[in-house]
Every structure is written in C-alpha cells, then in structure tokens.
C-alpha cells in the first residue's frame, strides 16, 4: 500500500528565507506527483505537476523535483513571503488514477 | 489551470435531513470525479471515486448508502449526505480529472450538522 510521508511537519521561517519542503512515497509505481497549497478552510490549489518521466518543473519561485527511484520530492520554494504562509501537501497519482496524500507541511512565513 | 466550482462552500442543517453537494469542471471535461473528507488538521482522506455514467467506487469503510454520488454528465457530479447526523460534520472536496492528468479541487464545503 502505498505511503507518502512529509517533513517537516510544519516551519518557521523569517520572511526572504529559502526553504525546501521534503516528500517521500514508498512505491515507486506512480504516474505522476503533485504539490498542492491549501489555505485554512479552503481547496487545494495545483502547484506543480511532475509527470513520472520527469525530473523536475518549475513555476516562478517554486522548483520541484522528482527522483522516482528513491520515493523522493522535494519543493523548493526560493525568497519566501507572508503570503506563501500554507499548507503544503504532495500526492502521488498511482493505478486507478487515484492520488494518495501526504499528511502536508504547515508554512509560516514570517515578516 | 482549469476551474471545479464546488456548491454550496457552506451548509448547515438539520440532522436526519439530507444535503447536496454539487461538483462542476468548468472548462474541462472530466472523466473522473473524486470526493475527499477532510478532519480538522489532517489529510484529505478518499471517499469514492466517481466516473461518468457508472456508478461510483467506494473506499472500505465508506457507507454507500449514506454518501449517494452521481456523475451524470462530464462536467458534474454530486455527493449527496443522506440522515446526516453531527458526526458527518466535516469539511468536503471535490476534484476532477481528464484521465490520468492533472488534478484540480473545488473549493470545499464545510458542512455542519446540528
């Protein structure tokens, strides 16, 4: 059965600060993986999208990256702001094009 | 990205009564649907997937009989929570898919019962 694990569980950082967000699965049999935001009692929001083929994607100050055969994603998240303050999920698409969770990690960006 | 409107964003009502959540992939077709019950400070846990014209597919543990889905077309689908009761309280997501794609969430509905 599939198990994503994130870490930390939740971060505190000062404002401007680079910081990565780490994501683990322990089946390597997946189609793709995605980084989500989710605000307090609010959706998800897609962020990036990484295709099992791939290695990494980028979008503005985030960067992705994938190495399928160790179960490992990180999310890079360059020159942080109050504004990026979230919960951050990965989720792993695997047979059944089901996704399956990590429990998230709680941003707080300070200014 | 693509947009899933999720109705109502707000529900309270009676318990033994029964609530409709309506799901909609705006500029997409989606071929699946899935529903998502999120706890208090968790995960968002499985709870049936739902795809066009047959009839849903349920995680162990979730009561068919309580969480009606119907995906009539391929741009909506519906959870509907029959006889809730408080313990249904909970805050619920939607989201579609095209195929093995790309997934993108409705807003959620926090639904409480009183």
């Known amino acids: 059965k599939q198990e994503v694990t994130q870490i930390p569980a939740a971060l505190s950082v000062p404002e401007g600060e680079n910081l990565v967000l780490n994501c683990s699965f322990t089946?390597?049999?997946?189609?793709?993986l995605q980084w989500f935001r989710q605000d307090p009692g609010k959706g998800l929001t897609s962020l990036l999208l990484?295709?099992?083929?791939?290695r990494e994607q980028t979008s503005g100050r985030l960067n992705a990256s994938l190495d399928k055969s160790s179960g490992r994603s990180t999310l890079y998240i360059a020159a942080s702001q109050p504004g990026d303050s979230a919960t951050y999920l990965c989720?792993?698409?695997?047979?059944?094009?089901?996704?399956?969770f990590g429990a998230g990690t709680i941003l707080r960006v300070k200014s | 990205g693509a947009v899933v409107s999720q109705h109502p964003s707000r529900v309270i009502c009676k318990s033994g009564t029964s609530v409709k959540i309506e799901c909609r992939s705006l500029?997409?077709?989606?071929?699946?649907m899935f529903w998502y019950r999120q706890f208090p400070k968790q995960s968002l846990m499985l709870m049936a997937t739902?795809?066009?014209?047959?009839?849903?597919?349920?995680e162990q543990g979730v009561e068919k009989d309580k969480f009606l889905i119907n995906h009539a077309s391929l741009t909506l689908s519906t959870l509907t929570v029959t006889s809730a009761h408080p313990e249904d309280s909970s805050f619920y997501i939607c989201?579609?898919?095209?195929?093995?794609?790309?997934?993108?969430f409705g807003q959620g509905t926090r639904l409480t019962v009183v």
């Open positions: 500029d997409f077709q989606a071929t699946t």
């Open positions: 739902s795809n066009e014209g047959s009839k849903a597919t349920y």
């Open positions: 989720a792993v698409m695997e047979y059944g094009n089901k996704l399956v």
């Open positions: 089946d390597s049999a997946i189609y793709n």
């Open positions: 990484i295709q099992s083929s791939q």
């Open positions: 989201s579609a898919q095209a195929g093995r794609t790309e997934a993108f």
